[in-house]
């Protein structure tokens, strides 16, 4: 018997979340049986998404139920395989939940290869952040060379990959982001083109500064007023990826809509909302891209590491939607 410590949704937040959310607890862990693993979490991924799969209603997943072990991606290492395609020692990474060990039948687990990066860069980008810039960018918005691609968020998991992938495929790379900091560094060490700070008080100038022949592909992060001003630059037949709108997960009211949307009219855009999961039977060919990208030093990744374990998960969760991160947030148990 193995005693596992999990952080279990106690009730739906409202606005951001609180510590009484959720039970944090130890409990014990019966061991694997036939066909199922036990691994041993290291990394947690702390995803904007996860404070939408704590609220009831309908979405593309069904809410994480009040008493479950919360949704999360984690990467680790099998300590005991009843299951063919794993033998003790391998390291993984998939949908493991927010926990010190997951008892896993294997769906959806797949091996991390340490060799290629360390284990936390499987849940960032070479995990489903990664996949998720990629597959917004190339299947959804369709981006080809010579295209101004815009990113929100771009010092983030997501956005940091999808501004590198622009440069690769010889698109501008525009990166709107929080602070100097932030919008320093994704110029110097990701090579972003341009970076545009949404809270320096003139983000319609210095975005059309950025964007001198105007924007193609907006890979929107975030919404509101930054989705907003964006779409009162596109050009005619752009495309718009709706990846996130991170602005907006924790509202307790509906924010306004889009002022400029007469702009998808006149400049006949097209707007699409995805999921990472869409795209699964592409998974192999954009993990190959990914890692080959990696491999060469064409793709760099930022993450943020968090010690504390399971314990720190509500108030490092909460980071995200304040801009406290700074990239890939990953919480160390
Ligand atoms: N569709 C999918 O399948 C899929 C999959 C993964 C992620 N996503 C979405 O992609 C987006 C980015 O996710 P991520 O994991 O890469 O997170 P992240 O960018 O690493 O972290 C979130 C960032 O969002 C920015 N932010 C938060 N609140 C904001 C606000 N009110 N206004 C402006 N910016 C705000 C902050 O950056 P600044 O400091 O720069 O403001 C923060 O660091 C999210 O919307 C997420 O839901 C979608």
Redesign the pocket.
Known sequence: MTTNKTVRLAQRPKGPVKPEDFDIREEDLADPGEGEIRVRNAFV?????MR?WMNEGKS?VPPVGIGDVMRGFAAGQVEASRHPGFKEGDTVTGLLGVQNYAISDGKGVSLADTSLAPLQTWVGGLG??G??AY??LLKVAEAKEGDTVVV?????????VVGQIANIIGCRSVG????PE?CDFIKSEFGFDAAVD??AGNLFGDLKTACPDGIDVDF???????FDTVLAQMNPFGRIA????????NATELPPGPKNLRNVLVMRLRMQ??????FIKHNQEAMTALGGWYKDGKLKFKE?IRDGGVEAFPAVLS???????????ILKL
Not at 45 to 49: G, H, R, V
Not at 220 to 226: A, L, P, R, S
Not at 273 to 278: A, L, M, S, T
């Open positions: 991924s702390l995803d904007p998404a939408g593309y489903m952040p996949l998720t597959f917004g929100s968020a771009a010092s983030g998991a997501v956005g940091q709107i982001a929080g602070g932030k949404y809270k929107e992060n975030v919404g509101g007023d930054i709706v990846c996130g709108l991170i602005s907006m997960y909302g995805f999921i990472v999961f869409d943020d980071e995200l939607y304040t801009g406290g991160n700074f990239g890939k947030l």
